[in-house]
Every structure is written in C-alpha cells, then in structure tokens.
C-alpha cells in the first residue's frame, strides 16, 4: 500500500522506487500546529508558529530515521533553477532560490514543501543519485522536469532510461481551473499535446498538471514514471490545498535520502 502510518504520522510512498532510498510524501496528520495549519505543517512562511513548524519537521525526520541536521532544502520560486545538495544546508543559512535539488550524498536528506504543486521526485539506482523539483503551473510551463532530468544526465552522468520518476500528490484536474492566459502559455508550450493537457467545461478551463509533467518527463527520455493520482483539494483531511483553502493553510513535506 502507497499510505504508512508511524507514530500518528501518515505519510506516502512510491512503489516504483527501489529500497536503496527513503521518499515519504507526509500527510498533515501527526504535527503539532493548530488550525489553519493542522497539523504537520511543514511551511515556515505560513503564518505558524516556528516553534510548531521546527518539532513538526524533527518528526518527520525521526520517522524515517535521518538526522534532522542532514537536511538539504531551497526557497521555492517556481522556476528551473537547480542547487546541487553535495552537503546537508548550514542550519544557519537561509535557503538557496531553486525549484529542483539533486544529490549523490547519503548523508544528505532533501527536503521540500507544497500545497497543491506537484512533487516530482527522481531516482537513479545505477548512479546513486535522488531529486526533487517543485512543479506549479510556472514551473511546469518552464520545464522544470525537464530541466531535472538534463541536470541528472550533464552532472551525474544519468541515461534517462535508467531514472525511475514519481509524481506526488498535488492538485488534480477537476479542481485547477486558470484562466486563459495561463492557458494559452501551455497551448504554445506543449503543441498538439496541449489537448491531453487543457479541458473545458461549461465555459471554464481546466489544466491537468499531472499530464502536462508525464509529457515532459518522457520526451526527455524517461520510461518508468509512476503518477500517485492523489488530489490535495479532494481529500483535505490528509493534505494542505492551497487552492481548496483559499491561501489559509499550511504545507506538507517531501523528503527523499539514498541509504
């Protein structure tokens, strides 16, 4: 089963990925953080309590058995820049700007944080190396999975055959609608592909940021994608949506280490 429980936390996990590595998509269930942000609210910009947000983020760690010190994590900006995690992150230092990170460290635990943006996590078994990259509507239209997968291959060496990918929990398409002029960006973005990405109903528009993800990361070459098919508006006992919530809420937690 893709849901696991440890101590009050339930978080998810891939079944295409192998052993080697740790990737848990935790839920909001098992924190400490009152309302709006109960209760496994990862964001520090939310509103919170940091005193809530820094005891919420050592139980995620404990429940996968990384020292909270191992973390490596990045300011989100939706866009395509990358930080190579070779290090866990000086606790003392503000994050770096990016939307993907990649590392070949054991010793290092990538950490990210969403509501609604789709997670995109990578793996390849061959060459030891782990990813996570944040895609929005922006980053997604600016090829963020893309980006990911020629950083993987220019730094590391990494053949896209050989990158397994998950696509986590995040907004689904029967609750993203955007108007048209995002619309149309992916129009000029995706081509003719735009059709399995872009659906109207009753004068609305709809975009599928799970599809429009699964085509970026197969015409770069990936074969082994698994999409989790999880809605963060639909089940909001599980997941923080910043959509479904109207911005009053708060932000689960990826983390992903090779062991």
């Not at 309590?49 to 983020?57: C, G």
């Not at 929990?169 to 955007?178: G, L, W």
Request: include cysteine; aromatic fraction near 8%; charged fraction near 20%.
């Amino acid at each position: 089963m893709p849901f696991h429980e440890h101590t009050g936390l339930r978080y998810y996990s891939f079944d295409i990925f192998s052993n080697s590595i740790l990737q848990a998509v935790f839920t909001r269930r098992g924190g400490v953080s009152p309302a709006p942000w109960h209760s496994l609210n990862l964001g520090g910009s939310v509103g919170d309590d940091p005193a809530h947000v820094a005891e919420n983020r050592v139980r995620i760690f404990d429940a996968l058995g990384r020292a909270p010190a191992s973390i490596h994590d990045v300011w989100l900006v939706h866009g395509t820049d990358i930080v190579h995690a070779d290090a866990p992150r000086p606790l003392e230092k503000h994050p770096e700007r990016a939307d993907i990170i990649l590392t070949n460290n054991p010793e290092v635990s990538l950490f990210m944080r969403f509501a609604d943006c789709v997670p995109l996590l990578f793996h390849d078994p061959g060459k030891h190396v782990i990813g996570i990259a944040h895609a929005g509507w922006m980053g997604t239209v600016k090829g963020v999975a893309k980006t990911a997968i020629e950083e993987m291959q220019s730094r590391y060496g990494c053949n896209p055959k050989d990158i397994v990918a998950g696509i986590g929990p995040s907004i689904s398409v029967d609750h993203y609608e955007v108007g048209e002029d995002v619309a149309m960006q992916f129009r000029e973005k995706f081509g003719k592909n735009s059709e399995r990405i872009i659906q109207t109903s009753n004068g609305s528009t709809y975009l599928d940021l799970w599809e429009a993800n699964l085509i970026q990361l197969q015409d770069a070459g990936v074969e082994q994608v698994q999409v989790s098919g999880v809605c963060t508006a639909c089940h909001l006992d599980d997941w923080f949506s910043h959509r479904a919530e109207k911005g009053k809420t708060g932000r689960f937690g990826v983390l992903m280490a090779l062991t």
